[in-house]
């Protein structure tokens, strides 16, 4: 048997297309057959039928009506499907034989940017890995922003996926036969599609090719492996958008060395852009911090928040702009007002590149450039540098404004193939068809009465179908009266006689062709606009990417005065100085005026390692965070949550927090946390910032104490390190450290005993823990009483023998003798402050808690009111200060 000529040209196209789900367009459905009609009538819920293709069996066969095509395709992308879209190619009317057809777009996780199916506030990453020999390069863009980002540097897995985690690609195009030792390690993020193609898909013309897309002199002097990755993943874009997108015409090269360092371990312990429970932006750093207007400013707040500076001139080039805004708080609300009606310009500039803009989003782009002059205005007088850039670089785009406004009109329809998108008055011709399509009944009627006087039969009337047109109609009992000079008979009836004049299929002509004529030229027109505002993408691009720093600077202000943030003093001096520190997130999840606030000291001398013990609860990890945390919003030009700081500019964070296993890559968590330590010690200098927690707990508890104590002496004299640190541990056998290493402090969580009980009052102080207070958190934790009473006959046994006792099974003491010996609170809290920190959990308010809490929080506001400098305030500073002072007077009362 003989396959039938349709399913021929069928597997001709899917041949070139083996790694999508093709959808081969058949009338007014999208076709998909043999293995793709299994998969997608599984993934899309369809039904799986047959068809006919000459072979014995039928071809499995399912379909989609075209018009919800993307709906269908959103979901196949989704789930890590690329999906090729071949549409006819030729008229089928005019066609000869087979109607040619062809792939006229690929749809792939890293090209899809249908906002209905993905976060508009994030970018959409497709990244380009290429390795030789020693060197890696990576290529990174998102096609909807025109964002085009290359590096390289040496051979280095770690860093790989560093890049990895900050880009957080939905695609990697890679070279055919890379190691497996490589694809083991970017296996780890489960949800990127990696595509592989051959090194000449990389190597190939790549200098040649480069020069054709992107702008600038620097082309001509990329490195040959940069160009290389760049090539890649510039060639699959074109190859998969099928055509070369004009909104991507610079190539930004970067160092990696060139913002503050953060590996996925730590960008993951952070919690910096999505918690740790559940991978949502609530309850991370971003969710505090992002207050922002537009969707453009919310993804480079994003961008900043993940590539923090490290720079001291960048830094406090965007500290003065938010301290401007923060200062004037009349301005911020204007310019907080104006950005809420500006839309994103960002990705409908990306739609006009790709062809696929729409009536209504330049109409969207109409209203934002409307904004522009106003934004402009209420910056001329601006302060900080960063303002007055921005003010006197915002491009007004009064030409495309303008052309917008005369041409569009107000309520265009979706498609630009059905009409009703141009404006009255922009062009003659159209104003002339639409005039006929509007008018047309109202000529019939008025020929029908001008033909009825004429030739005085008032039965005269004019008709339509869809086979003759229009007629005049007239009884045969009339026929005399018909003037034949002017009459054309065109059809006979039984009873009467069907006519057409010269001025009637005048008439029919332009009634007729009129809508058609008028869609199609609307069509043309628009098509003409979209080109002409097109060769403006890099004025709008500019002026986007001016309005998203701006929203991103009246975001940090508007945060940082609902939340007392301060603004941090910059140092390369390597000390960090943080007085009454909070952690951003916590005290927004707990009740307010819980969160005690904590002083830090840091150098690479004297503290260079802060030795932290305490018993669990007390919150020891959330002041490690909170320092991080501090740093980090400070070089990104954040105010922070401190009365002070003063922050040394760091290279790198790093964090080896909490427990996790990689049971499929064979291994344990034990396993897990040497492999994030010895990271750690590889990558870290003296500019960096180190946070441990629980080194060595996952073995023998003197295996994990020897391997503790040899990492902090590792930090303390390793030259190459000697970074800032902060080590928490159980182990308080370490506190003997501060006596025997320069650069070793003790601190602990301060615990106040009252009557039988403990309470944690979460402040660190100078000095060590004496105990683990372990079982005490047991109880806590509901563990049974008999549990608890057996536990403590054994740790008073063993403590027994480490004297020099032998250790003997028996029960030589009193319910009272183990009471007194660990003594625990009742205190109830619904708040795990040790672990990651869930949204809107909060401690309940018990007095057992509140005894020696609320001491510290007069002593706190006493202080306060003693700092004021009221002569050098002024009288707004008076007013907020005042209120502030209110507010905390309420807390403690």
């Not at 004037?328 to 907080?336: A, G, H, S």
């Not at 740093?631 to 500019?649: E, H, R, T």
């Not at 996952?698 to 902090?712: K, P, R």
């Not at 509140?850 to 009221?870: N, P, R, W, Y």
């Amino acid at each position: 048997m003989a396959i039938t000529p349709m399913m021929q040209q069928y597997l001709e196209i899917k041949e070139n297309y083996k790694d999508c789900i093709l959808f081969f367009r058949l009338g007014d459905f999208y076709e998909m057959f043999f293995e793709d009609a299994k998969t997608a009538s599984k993934e899309l819920e369809l039904v799986l039928t047959g068809r006919d293709c000459g072979l014995e069996d039928r071809a499995p066969m399912c379909g989609i009506p075209y018009h919800a095509a993307q709906a269908y395709i959103g979901r196949l992308v989704m789930k890590g499907y690329k999906v090729a879209i071949c549409e006819q190619t030729e008229d089928p009317s005019t066609a000869k034989g087979i109607v040619k057809r062809d792939v006229i777009k690929v749809i792939t996780p890293g090209t899809f940017n249908d906002s209905t199916f993905i976060d508009e506030n994030k970018n959409t990453y497709i990244m380009s890995i290429y390795i030789d020999k020693d060197k890696v390069s990576l290529s990174t863009s998102d096609i909807s922003t025109g964002e085009f980002y290359s590096t390289s540097f040496n051979l280095d897995y770690d860093l790989v996926l560093d890049e990895l985690s900050k880009f957080q690609p939905k695609e990697i195009i890679i070279p055919e036969g890379v190691e497996e030792s490589f694809m083991n390690k970017i296996s780890v993020f489960n949800n990127i599609v990696i595509t592989k193609k051959n090194v000449e898909y990389f190597t190939k013309d790549s200098l040649d090719n480069l020069k054709q897309q992107f702008q600038g002199e620097g082309i001509n002097s990329l490195k040959e492996e940069i160009a290389y990755s760049a090539n890649g993943l510039l060639r699959y874009i074109i190859d998969t958008q099928k055509q070369s997108l004009s909104n991507i015409t610079i190539l930004e090269v970067y160092n990696v060395s060139e913002a503050m360092s953060i590996d996925i371990n730590s960008r993951r312990n952070l919690e910096l852009t999505e918690n740790i429970k559940d991978k949502t932006k609530k309850g991370s750093l971003l969710w505090v911090l992002d207050n922002t207007s537009t969707a453009m400013g919310s993804r480079m707040l994003r961008k900043w928040i993940e590539q923090p500076l490290i720079n001291r001139e960048k830094i406090l080039y965007r500290l003065d702009g938010v301290e401007e805004l923060y200062e004037n708080i009349n301005l911020l609300e204007d310019i907080k007002i104006a950005l809420k009606d500006i839309y994103d310009i960002e990705r409908i500039i990306g739609k006009i590149s790709t062809k696929s803009v729409n009536a209504k989003e330049l109409l969207s782009l109409r209203s934002s450039l409307e904004k522009i002059p106003y934004i402009k205005n209420l910056l001329k007088d601006s302060k900080s540098d960063i303002l007055k850039y921005i003010g006197e670089n915002l491009d007004e785009l009064r030409d495309v404004y303008e052309l917008i406004v005369k041409s569009i009109i107000d309520n265009p329809s979706l498609s630009l193939k059905e009409g009703n998108i141009i404006k009255d008055g922009f062009n003659s011709e159209i104003d002339s068809l639409r005039e006929a399509k509007i008018n047309g009944k109202q000529w019939i009627a008025s020929m029908e009465s001008k033909e009825r006087e004429f030739t005085g039969i008032k039965s005269l009337k004019i008709g339509y179908n869809k086979v003759f047109g229009y007629y005049i109609e007239i009884t045969k009992a009339n026929y005399d009266s018909i003037p034949k000079d002017r009459y054309i008979r065109k059809q006979t009836l039984s009873n009467a006689e069907r006519f057409i004049t010269e001025e009637l299929k005048q008439i029919e002509d332009q009634i007729l062709g009129a809508e058609e004529k008028l869609m199609d030229l609307e069509y043309s027109l628009f098509i003409n606009i979209r080109d002409e505002i097109e060769s403006n993408i890099e004025r709008m691009k500019n002026t986007s990417r001016l309005i998203s720093m701006l929203d991103c600077i009246s975001s940090l202000a508007t945060v940082a005065l609902e939340n007392n943030y301060k603004r941090p003093v910059i140092n390369n001096e390597d000390y960090i100085n943080i007085k009454e520190g909070r952690h951003t997130v916590v005290e927004k999840v707990i009740e307010k005026g819980r969160f005690v606030s904590n002083n830090t000291y840091m150098d690479t001398k004297e503290e260079q390692l802060l030795l932290i013990t305490g018993p669990n609860m007390a919150g020891k990890s959330t002041y490690m965070r909170q320092v991080a945390i501090i740093v980090l919003m400070a070089q990104i030009g954040s105010f922070v949550p401190a009365d002070y700081a003063d922050i040394s500019v760091c290279d790198k964070i790093f964090t080896r927090i909490g427990a996790s296993d990689d049971l499929a890559g064979g291994k344990s968590t034990f396993m897990v946390e040497m492999c994030e330590v010895a990271n750690i010690l590889k990558n870290a200098t003296n500019k960096s910032l180190i946070l441990l927690d629980e080194v060595g707990r996952g073995t023998s508890t003197y295996d994990g104490l020897s391997i503790a104590w040899s990492v902090i002496e590792y930090i303390c004299k390793n030259n190459n390190i000697k970074s800032k640190t902060l080590f928490a541990t159980h182990y308080h056998e370490l506190t003997v450290l501060e006596d025997m290493l320069q650069g070793v402090k003790n601190y602990s969580v301060s615990v106040k005993q009252i009557d039988n009980s403990i309470v944690f009052l979460r402040k660190i102080l100078h000095g060590g823990a004496d105990q683990s207070y372990g079982i005490d958190v047991a109880k806590l934790a509901g563990l049974p009483e008999e549990v608890i009473i057996r536990a403590r006959e054994i740790l008073l046994n063993l403590e027994k023998e480490s004297k020099g006792d032998s250790f003997v099974d028996k029960t030589p003491y009193s319910k009272d003798q183990l009471n007194e010996s660990s003594v625990v609170t009742e205190e109830k809290t619904s708040l795990n402050i040790e672990s990651s920190f869930e949204e809107e959990k909060k401690l309940e308010s018990e007095d057992i808690y509140q005894i020696g809490f609320t001491d510290l929080q007069k002593e706190s506001f006493m202080k306060d009111i003693s700092e004021i400098d009221i002569l050098n305030m002024t009288p707004l500073q008076c007013m907020i200060k005042l209120n502030e002072l209110v507010k905390k007077a309420k807390d403690i009362n």
